[in-house]
């Protein structure tokens, strides 16, 4: 299956990242509408489009108003935007709010189910995790493979999540804060690499790919990866428009 990661910054967009927004083309899922949003549109195929969004802070929501250009002169029956009840009140009164965007919003949105069914077979759950104003993170299985996407999180190798990610074949995780700014990471909501390498080695996951860095870094190692390697060898950057099969 096919995941192509069309945001994999944070806070605001940059030369180099748009915020959070990862797709699955097979499916027509889409999980978080971050500023890389408008690059579903030349990747839709599908007849439907179902976005599930973390929480509603505008690095991860902005993308939903660009929904009239994403779908336009597509054949789509439907577009449905799956989030917390919270998220879903946060997001209809303030960000189409007719004093920020004119028109009413092309989506249905519907509450996040304990248990979501996606295509071929596969499942969606969400659980939560720490972050100022709360936030969801997803599991997505299907026969034979299995995904996670944790964003917007402070992490520790102890962080209760750690039993709905535990043995997923690949980790979408966010890490924010370089080791230094490891404070900052605590105050703000986010993580930070030593404690994400030590939260997917103990989740047991085949694969670490680090989302939502500080967009304040631009070079190739905005976060110090050698920590995260500490504990999880393996671990990889997400770029924007990179592709995966799992
Ligand atoms: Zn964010
Ligand atoms: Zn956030």
Not at 45 to 66: E, K, N, Q, R, S
Request: hydrophobic letters at 40%; aromatic letters at 8%; a negative charge.
């Amino acid at each position: 299956m096919k995941l192509i990661f069309l945001g994999t910054g944070a806070f605001h967009p940059t030369e180099r990242r748009h915020t959070a927004c990862l797709m699955l083309p097979e499916l027509g899922v889409v999980l978080d509408a971050g500023t890389g949003m408008f690059r579903v549109r030349d990747r839709l195929a599908t007849p439907t489009l179902d976005v599930f969004i973390t929480h509603a802070h505008l690095d991860h929501i902005f993308g939903l108003t660009g929904l009239l250009d994403i779908v336009f002169e597509k054949s789509i029956e439907r577009v449905t935007v799956h989030t917390t009840d919270k998220a879903i009140a946060a997001i209809q009164s303030h960000l189409f709010d007719k004093a920020l965007f004119p028109v009413d919003p092309i989506c249905e949105f519907t509450e996040l189910t304990e248990e979501e069914i996606l295509p071929e077979g596969g499942k969606l759950t969400h659980f939560p995790v720490v972050h100022p104003g709360g936030a969801v993170g997803f599991r997505l299985d299907w026969p034979g493979r299995s995904l996670c996407y944790v964003t917007d999180t402070t992490t520790t190798a102890k962080s209760k999540y750690v039993k709905q990610v535990r043995g997923a074949d690949v980790l979408i995780h966010e890490c924010n804060f370089a080791d230094e700014q490891a404070e900052f990471a605590e105050l703000t909501g986010h993580s930070h690499a030593k404690a994400v390498g030590q939260f997917a080695r103990a989740a047991g996951v085949g694969r670490l790919l680090l989302v939502h860095t500080n967009p304040l870094s631009t070079d190739d190692d905005p976060i110090g990866i050698a920590a995260v390697r500490k504990s999880f060898p393996g671990a990889e950057y997400a770029e924007d428009l990179m592709e995966i099969e799992f």
